[in-house]
């Protein structure tokens, strides 16, 4: 079968959410010699952005999502199951620490902006939820991230978000990591209140946020 057909195939099992139609797919893509990288990019992330495309239009919903991720991940699984840590870093478009703050246990909306940030392309650590600001800033100095995002669902919790902030000015490393920042109670006007870079009202607008900080980044860089 020729090239593009295979990632028609890859795009369409995503679209579709049939994770074992990605998986035949993706079996089809290294036999017939397709790069993994371009099977994900030119296959399985265009049926993904379809769906969270439609997600933000209010025309698919969060089972959807979840099922499309599947469908991705599963795919994924198999492209990458032969690349080097050189190629994996080559298929990444940055690194992204999530997690929901300090004494807040909701992660349903996080675990959803993680998927879509690994669909779109992104490297992510997740710490799970209730996580210390100690242990966000830990972390993300280990990992090296590019990018810390939070998630707060409740107007007591947010104040983490800045409390995180002001611990990343006071210990001298604030430049070195952009902040993004989402859930029901936060905004743009809290985002840019607190000091942070990014703030996103949906899991398919944290992907396109998360590129542009990342276009900030490399920018920053030269
Ligand atoms: C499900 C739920 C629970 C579940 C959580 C299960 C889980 N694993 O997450 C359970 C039952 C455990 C729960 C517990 C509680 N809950 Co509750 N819960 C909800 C509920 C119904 C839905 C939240 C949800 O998952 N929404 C669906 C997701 C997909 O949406 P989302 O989170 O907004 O995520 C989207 C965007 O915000 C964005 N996004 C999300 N995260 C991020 C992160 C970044 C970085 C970015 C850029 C974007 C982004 O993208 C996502 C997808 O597009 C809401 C009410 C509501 N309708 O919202 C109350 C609600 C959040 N809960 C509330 C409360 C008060 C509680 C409790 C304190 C109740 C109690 N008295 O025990 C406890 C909290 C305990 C704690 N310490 O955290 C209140 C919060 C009030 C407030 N504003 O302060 C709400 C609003 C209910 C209400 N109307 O009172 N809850």
């Known amino acids: 079968m020729c090239h593009d057909k295979i990632l028609l195939r890859l795009k369409q099992a995503v ?21 993994p990288i371009t099977a994900i990019n030119d296959g399985l992330a265009r049926g993904m952005k379809i769906i969270s495309d439609r997600f933000d239009d209010g025309e698919a919903f969060i089972p959807h999502l979840l099922l499309a991720a599947e469908a991705f991940e599963r795919g994924a699984a198999i492209l990458t199951e032969e690349l080097t840590p050189a190629e994996f870093t080559r298929l990444s478009l940055g690194s992204i620490l999530i997690c929901t703050v300090e004494g807040d246990i909701h992660d349903i909306g996080k675990n959803i902006v ?15 939820r209730d996580v210390s600001n100690e242990i966000i800033i830990e972390k993300a100095l280990e990992y090296q991230v590019d990018i810390i995002s939070t998630c707060a669902l409740m107007r007591t919790t947010m104040y983490s978000q800045k409390d995180m902030i002001r611990a990343l000015i006071e210990r001298g490393i604030r430049p070195r990591f952009k902040c993004m920042f989402g859930g029901p109670p936060v905004s743009e006007k809290w985002v840019k209140e607190i000091g942070g870079d990014a703030y996103a009202p949906t899991a398919g607008q944290a992907v396109k946020k998360a590129k542009q900080l990342m276009a900030q980044i490399k920018s920053q860089q030269y």
């Open 15 to 35: 679209e579709e959410m049939e994770a074992s139609f990605a998986e035949e797919a993706a079996c089809e893509a290294l036999s017939e010699g397709i790069d």
């Open 114 to 128: 993680k998927m879509m940030l690994t669909a779109g392309g992104f490297e992510v650590i997740d710490l799970g």
